[in-house]
Each structure stands twice: as C-alpha cells, then as structure tokens.
C-alpha cells in the first residue's frame, strides 16, 4: 500500500493505492460489514490524547463500483469507544484492471479520502508545524465466499482505540539545519 496525504486551505486529502489482485466489494452493503471486503479504514486524531476523544474520527471506506451506495462509514471517539457519526467525509474508489468482484487478476484499486477541516469543527488547516496522530488499516478479501484475510495496519504497532499509539502527521515543513562540515576540500 502506498499512501500520499496532502492539504489546501479548506481539506485534508489522503489516497490509498492498494496492489491486488483480486477485487471484492459487497453489492448490497452493510455498514457494519465494509471491511470484510477490500477496504481501508482511517483513523485521525486532531487532540494528541492518549485515548479516545471527541477529536478521534474513524472512516471506513470500500472499495465499490456505485457512486450512489452506502459504502462509507463514520465514528467519533468516545470514552467508551467507537460511536457512528454522521461526519461529511467523501471517498472516492478507484481500481485498475478487467472488472470487480470476479475471479481475473486486476492491478489494485485506491482509496481517496477529502476531510473537510469544517467537518472537524476547524476554520482552516491546522497551524505549521502542528502534529495529529494517524493510523491506516487495508482491509483485504480474495474470493466471494470469503473470509477476509488478515488486515495490514500501519503502524505495525498501533492500537486502534489509543491514538498515541499512532503515527505522526505533521502539517507544513520542519525545520531544517545543515550539518557543518569539518574540513571541506575542493577538487
């Protein structure tokens, strides 16, 4: 999986490009069994707590071929856990190959998430240098019967309902300091 995050004045953009080869999405789904297809779930956190909050947002996203189905989910973070949401966080699916939910080898699909900074509650994108915990989790299916294969996570190490468990994503650029170079020679 390769993942590009990106940003302007008004949306946070993540895409997910998948290598697969066999491409599996449910027909008539349901929202608490997207990622039992090849999926991708995202998970933000926009407060750096060590747990859950009203500022960990989860989306769960499959891989589909209809633009007019529910193939997206939302959840806030709560004390207590995960609790469905109704934040506006469209996707986009995108795949590569002859055609989905058959027993041809495909390229892969990929997965474009457009979070508006609103829909976080903010007026804009976060201030430079600011940092939010990320966590991603491919979901993977091979065959119309299933079952689903184990999930990849990135982090390796992550846990799902402790943020500070999760990699970094930092908006703007660091600070750069040039190594000094000790004895410099020309040629």
Same mark, same amino acid.
Do not use: C
């Given at each position: 999986?390769?993942?590009?995050?990106?940003?302007?004045?008004?949306?946070?953009?993540?895409?997910?490009?998948?290598?697969?080869?066999?491409?599996?999405?449910?027909?008539?789904?349901?929202?608490?069994?997207?990622?039992?297809?090849?999926?991708?779930?995202?998970?933000?956190?926009?407060?750096?707590?060590?747990?859950?909050?009203?500022?960990?947002?989860?989306?769960?996203?499959?891989?589909?071929?209809?633009?007019?189905?529910?193939?997206?989910?939302?959840?806030?973070?709560?004390?207590?856990?995960?609790?469905?949401?109704?934040?506006?966080?469209?996707?986009?699916?995108?795949?590569?190959?002859?055609?989905?939910?058959?027993?041809?080898?495909?390229? @892969?699909?990929?997965?474009?998430?457009? *979070?508006?900074?609103?829909?976080?509650? /903010?007026?804009? !994108?976060?201030?430079? #240098? &600011? $940092?939010?915990?990320?966590?991603?989790?491919?979901?993977?299916?091979?065959?119309?019967? @299933?079952?689903?294969?184990?999930?990849? *996570?990135?982090?390796?190490?992550?846990? /799902?309902?402790? !943020?500070?468990?999760? #990699? &970094? $994503?930092?908006?703007?650029?660091?600070?750069?300091?040039?190594?000094?170079?000790?004895?410099?020679?020309?040629?």
């Amino acid at each position: 999986t390769d993942v590009r995050v990106g940003y302007n004045d008004d949306h946070l953009y993540v895409y997910i490009a998948v290598f697969d080869r066999r491409l599996w999405y449910d027909a008539e789904p349901s929202l608490n069994d997207l990622t039992n297809w090849d999926a991708a779930t995202l998970y933000l956190d926009t407060g750096n707590a060590a747990g859950l909050s009203a500022k960990s947002i989860r989306v769960d996203a499959q891989l589909n071929n209809a633009e007019d189905q529910p193939y997206t989910a939302s959840y806030s973070g709560s004390a207590s856990g995960w609790q469905a949401g109704a934040l506006n966080i469209p996707t986009k699916p995108a795949w590569r190959g002859e055609r989905l939910n058959d027993d041809t080898d495909d390229r @892969g699909w990929g997965m474009n998430y457009t *979070i508006p900074f609103a829909s976080l509650g /903010l007026s804009g !994108p976060p201030a430079q #240098g &600011s $940092l939010w915990r990320m966590a991603l989790v491919v979901h993977d299916r091979d065959t119309l019967p @299933g079952p689903a294969l184990a999930n990849s *996570i990135w982090p390796e190490q992550a846990k /799902l309902d402790a !943020p500070q468990s999760w #990699g &970094s $994503l930092r908006f703007g650029l660091p600070a750069y300091s040039p190594p000094t170079i000790q004895s410099p020679q020309t040629y």
